[in-house]
């Protein structure tokens, strides 16, 4: 009969333990949410509910977020990418970057499921030419530009990005779909 060396029939064990312990049928509650399931089309903005949930910066120079909760009353969807969100003033419309540091990653929405996204501003001041006087939000889901959903901004003036009196993007960006609750 041969012996294995302690080392190697403890390695041997190791794997054989780790390898049972896979089941490829079960996934945990984040890979289902995130998954890039096939048979799951792309959402549609006419199939989300949206409520909007508001930490407006008080004073010039502050930051603000609006969070915008979209829930899927449709069937199982998917999210790839970031949302597309523009602020409109008077006589021009700025389109919102992601945030620097945001990845997207698909994010699958079961009937009834939500998630969420953040603009962050920077406050104006008012009557200044060196902000933007937004009258509106709005956003489109990826790759449905076409497809927008506006929302009346009431949360003050925002900050032109490069300070200057004319042109220049705001300074707002936009987060990724954020998973909400289970």
């Known amino acids: 009969m041969r012996t294995f060396p302690p080392l190697a029939l403890a390695a041997a064990l190791a794997a054989t333990l780790l390898l049972t312990a896979c ?3 079960k996934t945990s509650g984040d890979d ?3 998954a ?3 048979g799951a089309s792309a959402c549609a903005i006419g199939d989300l509910g949206v409520e909007v949930g508001a930490g407006a910066a ?3 120079g502050d930051t603000g977020n609006v969070t915008v909760t979209l829930t899927n009353q449709g069937r199982a969807c998917v999210l790839k990418g970031f949302p597309v969100v523009d602020l409109s003033a008077e006589d021009t419309t700025t389109s919102v970057s992601p945030e620097q540091t945001a990845k997207a990653r698909p994010l699958t929405l079961g009937k009834g499921g939500t998630t969420s996204f953040t603009i962050t501003y920077v406050r104006g001041e008012a009557d200044s ?3 933007l006087t937004v009258r509106k939000a709005s956003f489109a889901l990826p790759g449905a530009t076409a497809e927008a959903r506006d929302l009346p901004w009431s949360y003050g003036e925002v900050a032109r990005r490069d300070g200057s009196s004319s042109g220049g993007a ?3 960006s936009v987060s990724g779909f954020e998973s909400s609750g289970d």
Do not use: C, I
């Open 23 to 25: 089941d490829g049928d």
């Open 32 to 34: 289902v949410k995130n």
């Open 36 to 38: 890039d399931r096939p």
């Open 58 to 60: 008080p004073a010039a």
């Open 129 to 131: 030419p060196k902000s």
């Open 170 to 172: 705001a300074q707002a």
